[in-house]
């Protein structure tokens, strides 16, 4: 069963808009982290924004937001302003496992492009 | 503070070949991950070690594929004998230590093409 769920393959943007990127989970497990990853052309992985499953409050990370709704196992990733430099692939991942066995599984992402 | 490090970025290699790929993660960080990237997938985790001991490799196809990190510090995988689906984009990842926020950092990745 697929734990993270990604369903925009892409999304299209004006420049200077916000967009919102959808990501769902599933786990049984009441403690977890979810995470976003950008990932430009060039291939690197590059962190984002991180949501423990235990916050009370939604993570802020400059233009980045994420939407944490726990009871909808949803974790939207909003970016403000979108910029040229936003296109790119980006994934929603979680932490699965404790104690010493913690991995991340990612969801298959969603292809952001950003028109000027 | 220089990043992870991995080498090479591209290999084109013909089936039933082997292959090695090399990664130096960021000083001082005690974990290290391998992932295995196809082409519009996400990454999927191959093997995670903490130090130089495996935490986790229930997703490495252990009959061609081997990794090691001896001295707790840098670490190959090694694909013997490689077959067509192999291809693909594999990551390194480095973490500071096991914790429930602990963010990832990534390599730039070896791309392999098998032929």
């Known amino acids: 069963a697929q734990k993270i769920t990604q369903t925009q393959p892409g999304m299209f943007v004006q420049e200077k808009e916000a967009v919102t990127l959808d990501c769902t989970y599933d786990?049984?497990?009441?403690?977890?982290?979810l995470f976003w990853y950008k990932q430009p052309s060039s291939g690197e992985m590059i962190f984002l924004i991180y949501?423990?499953?235990?916050?009370?409050q939604n993570a802020t990370e400059g233009r980045y937001s994420l939407n944490f709704q726990k009871a909808r196992k949803s974790a939207n990733l909003v970016i403000s302003a979108s910029q040229l430099g936003d296109s790119a692939m980006y994934f929603c991942?979680?932490?699965?496992?404790?104690?010493?066995?913690?991995?991340?599984?990612f969801g298959k992402g969603t292809k952001l492009t950003v028109n000027p | 503070e220089a990043g992870v490090a991995q080498s090479p970025r591209y290999k084109i290699i013909e089936k039933r070949q082997s292959v090695a790929f090399w990664c130096n993660p960021i000083?001082?960080?005690?974990?290290l991950y391998w992932y295995q990237q196809i082409l519009g997938q996400g990454p999927k985790l191959l093997i995670q070690?903490?130090?130089?001991?495996?935490?986790?490799d229930s997703q490495l196809p252990k009959d061609r594929f081997s990794a090691e990190r001896l001295k707790g510090v840098d670490s190959t995988l090694k694909i013997q004998p490689a077959k067509l689906e192999d291809s693909a984009v594999y990551l390194c990842?480095?973490?500071?230590?096991?914790?429930?926020?602990?963010?990832?950092?990534f390599g730039p990745g070896t791309r392999l093409t098998v032929l």
């Open positions: 786990t049984s497990d009441p403690s977890y982290g």
């Open positions: 000083s001082g960080h005690a974990t």
């Open positions: 991942a979680m932490r699965e496992g404790t104690g010493g066995s913690e991995k991340l599984v």
């Open positions: 070690f903490q130090n130089n001991g495996v935490v986790d």
């Open positions: 990842a480095s973490s500071l230590r096991l914790a429930a926020n602990n963010e990832q950092f």
């Open positions: 949501q423990g499953s235990y916050d009370q």
